[in-house]
């Protein structure tokens, strides 16, 4: 039942060792010592405090050690919370100063136990087990530092996360009693259960100068946007309950209420709905015929059906989070946990971490005033939506929610982001769940844009010691209208390029670059002598391809710049018999590569080949001295998510892939080499990025019956 | 035996207990908690006092109702100072109070109520409207400027609508004056809402006032000039790394930060420049700097600069906001900004780190060090974020205004409020409209995002204008080829035929479901209704007499699968600039590119059913349905507004090329005189609403991979398209 059981097996395995003459010792022994505990765990400790180390301080005190600080009555007290503190107004940003991490550092106060003048503890509860989870997450984690005078943020060892159990005058007091307090800068307050009967302020109600609030349940009127910090009520079942795992999709509930705290006014109004929908609703109460404590709270029940909690949450679609005497309920989590989607009803509640999350991805927010069109409301969204918000719900529980450690971190993150709001989490960062994050593809070049067609490309000529063939490339090439500049990478270390004079005169500048090494990604390397935005990488013995081909091709890449755009198209396939991937060349009806022995592509390509590449797959491409235009292609869909561009009809292209032999033998190895290479890059990838289409770019005109000499790109797929 | 028994049972009950409690302190906390938990202890989070209080408490509904009496004035919410009721009835309108005679209104103030008035938002009827604008000129408030409107006061109390200000939305661009230029507005705003430039987080109320960019008179009313940004440069950096060039304030509000800038300057990479020069009594003040900062100033033009500078600083003026902002968003220069406590434009929805630098005024000697740390991957997302948001909420002052609508609209109507990816990306909040789905993956835009792909079947929707009279009829053979396709979920034929429906069984058997609709108007945009029936995101939009075969219906769909944002047709159009008449002109002749693509035989997606519905103005849907012309046009505008880019011509066969050109079909309104001369009007018409011309060339065409090669038929898919 509890796993102090299972050590209890220990015991009968000590006895046959002791002596007879011992036991009324040892009997007498374990008396005290128990009497002892269970006196101490009953008066003071039980059940939520603490007794061992608290380990976020470097000297290990525990509360017993901790010193005892007694607060004089005249002591000062903080003025309440400024409304219009602002970070730049009432936070010190000079504390946390420039550092290259982008990371503020956090400062704990030691433990300290404040009493009153007449020895009162200032809190019933002390330091609570959750305060302290917190405080030992911040000092495990990247944030913490001992020393107070780097600290930019600091966090009182005094714990205010409920209300209930201070006392809000001597709290404050003690808070102003810390040595680095100075009006509150740059302090921050935990707090979950804010506010007292009648009342319940939305807000913390010591007064604190102005250390931020890190609180659960404010209220639009109480939050200081941009200062404070929204954070979730912490459920403790969280720790407690391990629910299965839950696919989105159709439960058997379509709304559920779990909540016990709901005012007379809601249930009714929550009972006429189950009047009107009937089986579709399930509305639970707390159970009259248990007793209270840990039983009750496991269960729920509904005209003395009994069902456990919370694992009925996961049955249904939609779970209500009503507002009870505070806007923050710990419900929030049990529901997020189940995977159920959350609608909250709570009027001017501020959520839970809403300057980052994106609550609409997986919460429905419905006004208190509409709660009996809550029916209606939600049968309005798309089953997909509510898909998505079920995997998006049970998300956030897990990367915010689910311990004391990842909402104290999260709080930390977001006023980190807001100090160094140049390094700061993205949108996508905070709010796509990991499957998301997979599956999703933002191109680094995601405005859509035509780019003129003045500035025209820069053609990149890889070669080792073809010169004539490589004269003659450069030739045909010079005659495309949009050439900028022509670049020849001069990859023969051991013979120099022929004389300057021996160069075809060409009406654009010609440039040669030698390299260090004999390598296949010189040819993709960002060379500043690249001033265009559009490459064309181009072989020394590709001579077929007409003027109008290659301006055409140029006119397709402006109209997708993030594509690769070329001629020789190439296939990816699934084979069966093999389970693996192959390369296939033939005449085939779809397209998922393009060879780059001639293609277009934006520059940023060649930067991210060079420098972005995943993996091993530069080197690997460079000591194989093949696939370059694979990994090319891989890289390209991969962070695109687009497929290349294959423009023009097929013409015989002598064998591109093959550089010195032609011969079936060869032929073949280079194919079963280029298998190889789409296997071990898919691996590497982890995925298949690759994009198969069933199209190719020709001119609007092409092979129209139409004059030729009026078509824009009369000379294409000539053989 | 017994003895050592009982001994053996006490001895182990003790050691448990013991154990149970040394364990429950000395455990790690997670596994004591879980541990204590089971045994049932308090839990802090659990007010069982507060619930048996809460429910003896007043009524929610009453404190609801307290809630609006006490806060209010700078504590105003929509909870508490918006009516919500007003606009349940007729949904978002907006009335805009007539003009007063004699009342001046700024050129800037008029742009702002034009743009309402032609919105769809607009009602001229106080009584269904949901927010009201005044007529009033409030955007100046600046007691010493010429624009400065006195006694607003008590003309705007003896408004009889004003109700204390409630639903209104009053529009400000400067409040204050010299010397403290405080953001008091000069008379008491009641419950309105505030759509002011420059406002600080102070005075702003959340989710309650809009924050909108300072923008000049001569601001585009509708349209906008584009971003500067024609491509993408790697490496991202420009000639110089951040610039200013801007007045300093000798005395005053908001000196400090510019006074300091010359720390900074370095005159090489980092090139603030200021001047002293402004008012007519600088002189009176200037300082020791001041000629060296001025004869400094002049070297450098400001235009070059903001055209050559990877980071433009945006530092606070008199009030928090300039100009410089707006001009740096525009010429693709990363405002990095330097105004501590303004709540930066349209901050609702807008995700500023993605398109700013947020400096800190405090920090102004860590800002180069700062702006140099920026990696380049993020400059080029920073740099591109500038344009798309210039071009889809600043360009004009239409757009400024339909911003802060829709951002109200938002809030009003909670349920269908766009979510923060649709406002931060392509196409903008402006064209994603959240009425049409709450789920993201019902749009055309965010397949990507998501990591999903569109649903993989199409909806054919065939418009029927000529009774059903032979089984002969192209749209009967039409309908059979269109059923045979792989990708074909069903067909909708809108029967908009004044003849009544033909009976059941007029209709062939196909596979796929035949729902016939009977229009309910007979007009041609009724071909453009979102109908419900259509279930697949793709949707097939075909002419009665459009001749199609089945292979080329499925490639166009393989096609529009790698497109789905864009529509995906067969016979194109294009359009020119007609120097002599200076107008647009319209062509129909084979042209080696095109900008449009006829709805007659075209896939794209169901959203722009949406969006041509819903988005466009009466006045052009009515006019396309005068005419029963250039409904083609109107769908080629608006997608090309949307997506900035042409649309895609597939290949087609030949012999449908010339029914398209109106040869064919007897009834064919393409065989009328005036058809085209309409078109020609159409366009200029449409250009001039969408404030500029939507439409992009494109010169290439898509083709089966295997089109016309040199290859053995068989080997080909799509061979169909290839026979005559």
Redesign the interface.
């Known amino acids: 039942m509890y796993p102090s059981s299972k050590y209890s097996s220990r015991g009968p395995a000590l006895i046959p060792r002791m002596k007879i003459k011992h036991r009324i010792y040892y009997i007498t022994l374990f008396s005290v010592v128990l009497l002892g505990l269970i006196a101490t765990g009953m008066f003071q400790f039980w059940p939520h405090s603490i007794e061992s180390s608290a380990d976020w301080t470097m000297d290990k005190r525990s509360v017993h050690d901790a010193p005892l600080v007694r607060l004089p009555v005249s002591s000062p007290i903080p003025e309440r919370g400024d409304l219009s503190c602002r970070m730049h107004t009432c936070f010190d940003v000079y504390r946390c100063g420039y550092n290259p991490k982008n990371r503020i550092k956090v400062y704990i106060y030691p433990l300290q136990r404040f009493v009153d003048e007449v020895g009162v503890p200032i809190s019933s509860t002390g330091l609570s087990r959750e305060y302290n989870d917190l405080l030992s997450a911040i000092s495990d984690s990247d944030f913490y530092t001992d020393d107070v005078s780097r600290a930019c943020l600091f966090i009182p060892s005094i714990d205010v996360l409920n209300q209930n159990s201070l006392r809000v005058r001597e709290t404050a007091q003690a808070l102003a009693m810390l040595p680095r307090w100075d009006k509150g800068m740059n302090h921050l307050l935990f707090n979950m259960l804010p506010g007292g009967p009648p009342d319940y302020n939305t807000a913390l109600d010591v007064p604190r100068d102005r250390a931020l609030l890190a609180g659960g349940g404010f209220s639009t009127w109480t939050y200081r946007q941009g200062y404070d910090v929204s954070i979730p009520v912490y459920s403790p079942l969280s720790a407690d309950v391990e629910l299965p795992e839950r696919q989105p999709g159709p439960r058997r509930y379509f709304i559920l209420s779990s909540q016990t705290a709901i005012h007379r006014e809601y249930r009714a109004e929550l009972e006429r709905l189950k009047e009107e929908n009937g089986e579709a609703l399930l509305l639970l109460d707390k159970c009259s015929n248990l007793s209270q404590g840990a039983a009750s709270v496991r269960k729920r029940c509904c005209k003395g059906q009994v069902y456990d909690y919370p694992q009925i949450l996961q049955e249904s679609s939609f779970c209500v989070v009503l507002r009870g005497a505070r806007l923050g309920q710990a419900a929030l989590s049990d529901v997020l946990q189940a995977g159920c989607v959350p609608v909250i009803l709570a009027d001017s509640y501020i959520l839970p971490f809403s300057e980052v999350l994106d609550w609409k991805r997986a919460s429905v927010v419905i006004p208190e005033e509409k709660l009996s069109e809550m029916y209606t409301i939600l049968k309005s969204i798309p089953h997909r939506q509510v898909e998505e918000m079920q995997r998006q719900a049970q998300w956030f529980w897990e990367a915010y929610f689910s311990s004391m450690k990842a909402i104290g971190l999260t709080t930390l993150q977001i006023i980190n982001d807001r100090i160094y709001p140049y390094a700061a989490r993205s949108y996508e960062q905070w709010n796509n769940p990991p499957v998301v994050k997979w599956a999703s593809v933002n191109s680094p070049l995601f405005l859509p844009l035509i780019p003129p067609r003045a500035p025209g490309f820069t053609a990149v000529v890889l070669t080792y010691d073809r010169v004539e063939s490589l004269f003659r490339v450069i030739t045909e090439i010079s005659k495309v209208p949009s050439l900028a500049k022509l670049l020849v990478v001069w990859n023969n270390q051991n013979k120099s390029p022929p004389e300057e004079t021996l160069w075809p005169k060409i009406g654009v500048p010609l440039k040669v670059v030698r390299t260090k090494e004999n390598k296949l990604s010189n040819r993709f390397f960002p060379y500043d002598e690249i001033e265009t935005e559009a490459v064309l990488a181009i072989d020394d013995d590709i001579i077929m391809l007409t003027s109008d081909e290659l301006q055409f091709g140029y006119e397709v890449w402006r109209e997708f710049p993030d594509r690769l755009v070329g001629y020789p198209g190439r296939l990816h396939l699934w084979d069966h018999e093999m389970g693996k991937w192959k390369y296939e060349s033939e005449w085939t009806n779809e397209v998922s590569m393009v060879l780059t022995g001639a293609a277009f592509y934006h520059k940023y390509f060649n930067y991210l080949y060079t420098y972005k590449m995943p993996g091993d797959i530069k080197n690997w491409v460079d000591a194989h001295m093949n696939c370059e235009d694979i990994a090319m292609n891989f890289l390209v869909a991969n962070i695109t998510g687009k497929a290349p561009i294959k423009v023009t009809p097929r013409k015989k292209f002598k064998c591109p892939e093959c550089t010195a032999l032609d011969g079936l033998s060869l032929d073949q190895t280079h194919m079963v080499e280029r298998s190889e290479c789409i296997n071990k890059f898919a691996s590497v990838f982890g995925t298949m990025p690759l994009k198969v289409v069933e199209h190719r770019a020709d001119p609007v005109l092409y092979k129209d019956d139409f004059p030729e000499k009026l078509k824009s790109f009369p000379n294409i797929g000539s053989l | 035996m017994q003895a050592k028994k009982r001994?053996?049972i006490?001895?182990?009950?003790?050691?448990?207990?013991?154990?149970?409690?040394?364990?429950?302190?000395?455990?790690p906390?997670?596994?004591?908690?879980?541990?204590?938990?089971?045994?049932?202890?308090?839990?802090?989070?659990?007010?069982?006092?507060?619930?048996e209080?809460?429910?003896v408490?007043i009524?929610?509904?009453q404190k609801?109702d307290v809630?609006t009496s006490v806060?209010r004035g700078r504590?105003c919410?929509m909870?508490s100072c918006f009516d919500?009721s007003l606009c349940q009835k007729n949904g978002f309108k907006v009335y805009v109070y007539p003009q007063q005679k004699g009342e001046k209104i700024s050129e800037s103030y008029q742009n702002i109520l034009a743009s309402i008035e032609s919105s769809r938002f607009y009602t001229s009827d106080p009584g269904q409207a949901c927010l009201f604008i005044l007529s009033l000129d409030t955007l100046d408030r600046d007691q010493l400027s010429p624009q400065y409107v006195h006694n607003l006061k008590t003309k705007i109390q003896s408004l009889p609508l004003w109700n204390d200000g409630r639903n209104h939305l009053i529009f400000n661009l400067y409040s204050g004056t010299w010397p403290d230029y405080t953001e008091d507005l000069g008379f008491d705003i009641g419950q309105a809402m505030l759509a002011k430039a420059s406002i600080s987080?102070?005075n702003f109320r959340?989710?309650f006032d809009v924050s909108i960019p300072l923008f000049s008179k001569d601001h585009a009313r509708t349209g906008g000039d584009r971003g500067f940004?024609?491509?993408?440069?790697?490496?991202p950096f420009r000639k110089y790394m951040l610039v200013f060039k801007g007045k300093r304030y000798l005395t005053g509000i908001g000196s400090d930060t510019r006074n300091a800038l010359y720390h900074v300057h370095n005159a090489e990479d980092v090139v603030l420049l200021t001047t002293c020069k402004h008012g007519k009594d600088w002189k009176k003040h200037k300082d020791a700097r001041c000629d060296k900062d001025n004869a400094e100033y002049d070297k450098y033009d400001y235009k070059e600069m903001l055209h050559n500078s990877t980071f433009c600083l945006v530092p606070r003026g008199r009030r928090l906001g300039s100009f410089r902002f707006l001009e740096a968003l525009q010429a693709a220069c990363v405002p990095v900004m330097l105004s501590?406590?303004w709540e930066l434009p349209f901050s609702e929805i807008i995700?500023w780190?993605?398109a700013a630098?947020?400096g800190?005024?405090?920090?102004l000697l860590?800002i180069p060090?700062?702006v140099r740390?920026?990696h380049?991957?993020?400059i080029?997302?920073l740099r591109?974020q500038t344009?798309?948001l210039w071009e889809a909420y600043f360009s004009s002052v239409e757009k400024i205004v339909l911003t802060t609508l829709e951002i109200i609209q938002d809030r009003v109507l909670?349920?269908g409020?766009r979510?923060?990816?649709m406002w931060?990306?392509?196409p903008g909040g402006l064209f994603a409209l959240p009425q049409y789905?709450?789920?993201l993956?019902?749009f055309p835009f965010y397949y990507?995002?998501?990591?999903?792909r569109p649903y993989p079947k199409f909806t054919a929707v065939i418009h029927a204008v000529s009774p059903l009279v032979s089984q002969s009829q192209p749209i009967l053979k039409l309908l059979v080829s269109v059923a045979k396709s792989q990708y074909c979920a069903q067909i909708i034929v809108l029967w908009n035929s004044d003849k009544p429906l033909p009976a059941k069984h007029r209709w062939p058997a196909t596979s796929v479901p035949v729902i016939v609709i009977e229009g309910e108007n007979k007009v041609m945009s009724s071909r453009f209704l979102p109908y419900d029936t259509i279930v697949t995101d793709a949707v097939l939009s075909l002419d009665e007499d459009t001749v199609l075969s089945t292979t080329e219906v499925d490639?166009a769909f393989?096609?529009w699968q790698?497109f789905p944002e864009r529509i995906v047709g067969y016979p194109?159009r294009s359009h020119f600039w007609d120097g002599n008449k200076e107008r647009w002109g319209y062509t129909s002749k084979?042209?080696?590119?095109?900008s449009m693509v006829l709805t007659g035989a075209a896939i794209y997606h169901r959203y722009y059913h949406f969006l041509y519905t819903h988005f466009l103005p009466v006045s052009l849907k009515a006019m396309v349905d005068q005419l029963a012309n250039c409904e083609d046009i109107l769908m080629n505008f608006l997608v090309s507004a949307v997506?900035?880019?042409?649309p895609i011509?597939?290949?087609q066969k030949?012999q449908y090329k010339e029914t398209m050109m109106g040869q064919s079909s007897r009834a064919s309104r393409w065989a009328d005189p005036d058809h085209f001369a309409q078109r020609q009007t159409c366009m200029n018409k449409f250009a001039s609403w969408f404030g500029a011309m939507p439409l992009?060339h494109?010169?290439?065409?898509?083709?089966?991979?295997?089109?016309?090669?040199q290859?053995s038929i068989l080997?080909?898919?799509?061979r169909d398209i290839e026979r005559l």
């Open positions: 001994y053996l006490l001895l182990s009950a003790g050691a448990c207990l013991s154990l149970l409690f040394y364990l429950g302190f000395e455990l906390p997670a596994r004591r908690g879980r541990h204590e938990r089971g045994g049932g202890g308090r839990r802090p989070w659990e007010d069982r006092t507060d619930t209080e809460y429910n408490h009524s929610p509904r609801r809630n806060y504590r919410r909870e919500h987080t102070e959340p989710n940004l024609k491509y993408n440069t790697i490496p501590n406590g995700d780190k993605t630098v947020i800190d005024e405090r920090l860590q060090t700062t740390s920026i380049q991957d993020k080029l997302s591109q344009q798309f909670e349920q409020s979510s923060p990816l931060n990306s392509h789905s709450s789920y993956g019902d990507a995002t998501l990591g999903i490639f393989t096609v790698s194109a084979w042209t080696n590119d095109y997506t900035k880019l042409p011509k597939v290949t030949k992009v494109s010169q290439m065409r898509l083709d089966p991979v295997l089109f016309k090669d290859v080997r080909k898919k799509y």
